[in-house]
T-cell receptor, first 113, second 118 residues
Framework: GNSVTQMEGPVTLSEEAFLTINCTYT??????LFWYVQYPGEGLQLLLK?????DKGSNKGFEATYRKETTSFHLEKGSVQVSDSAVYFC????????????FGSGTRLSIRP | GAVVSQHPSWVICKSGTSVKIECRSL??????MFWYRQFPKQSLMLMAT?????????EQGVEKDKFLINHASLTLSTLTVTSAHPEDSSFYIC??????????????FGEGSRLTVL
């Protein structure tokens, strides 16, 4: 079945450091890929998405590229801020009629001032 | 933006009682809603897909008689945890997909409901 694997946290970085959170997936067909973010005390929010191979999703300085050859969708940001501290979830949708979204285990990110 | 509201945000109940959690899409219609369960420091586990006007589709290992789902309108889905026990204590999250936008795969999430069963 479909699955998402992302790097375990927690990840702790200093402000302005470069961030990479790895995500790989297993899926039949051509899934859509997502990164969701959960800030402390809030619900999940869509951060960015990509719907086909080689697409790059971007938002708030974060980027992720849909790599079909490596089945990956790594999240990157060039210079993180304290306000980026949150839990990040990689996810995929199988684009079937049900279009269920399957989540990775989440990566907790903490940024030190 | 699209808003999904869950109620109650937290509830404490005695073992053996039933608890109902509501999920409402406030400014859009949602033919499909999803219910997730999130354990501490873990990912969201999809419990079931709730379809307006029809029976919910449960994921493998989820007891449908334990977790009753009703999606009676395009803006409301309810999850009832029947005869709750301490092991049912968890954070329950709903999400909704705007009708006619299944191809985008985007979901809007409620803020979650924390259930504690004593």
């Amino acid at each position: 079945g479909n699955s998402v694997t992302q790097m375990e946290g927690p990840v702790t970085l200093s402000e302005e450091a470069f961030l990479t959170i790895n995500c790989t997936y297993t899926a039949t067909g051509y899934p859509s890929l997502f990164w969701y973010v959960q800030y402390p005390g809030e619900g999940l929010q869509l951060l960015l998405k990509a719907t086909k191979a080689d697409d790059k999703g971007s938002n708030k300085g974060f980027e992720a590229t849909y790599r079909k050859e490596t089945t990956s969708f790594h999240l990157e940001k060039g210079s993180v801020q304290v306000s980026d501290s949150a839990v990040y979830f990689c996810a995929l949708s199988d684009n079937s009629s049900a279009s269920k979204i399957i989540f990775g285990s989440g990566t907790r990110l903490s940024i030190r001032p | 933006g699209a808003v999904v509201s869950q109620h109650p945000s937290w509830v404490i109940c005695k073992s053996g009682t039933s608890v109902k959690i509501e999920c409402r899409s406030l400014d859009f219609q949602a033919t499909t809603m999803f219910w997730y369960r999130q354990f501490p420091k873990q990912s969201l586990m999809l419990m079931a897909t709730s379809n307006e006007g029809s029976k919910a589709t449960y994921e493998q290992g989820v007891e449908k008689d334990k977790f009753l789902i009703n999606h009676a309108s395009l803006t409301l889905s309810t999850l009832t945890v029947t005869s709750a026990h301490p092991e049912d204590s968890s954070f329950y999250i709903c999400s909704a997909r705007p009708s006619g936008r299944a191809e985008t795969g985007e979901l809007f999430f409620g803020e979650g409901s924390r259930l504690t069963v004593l």
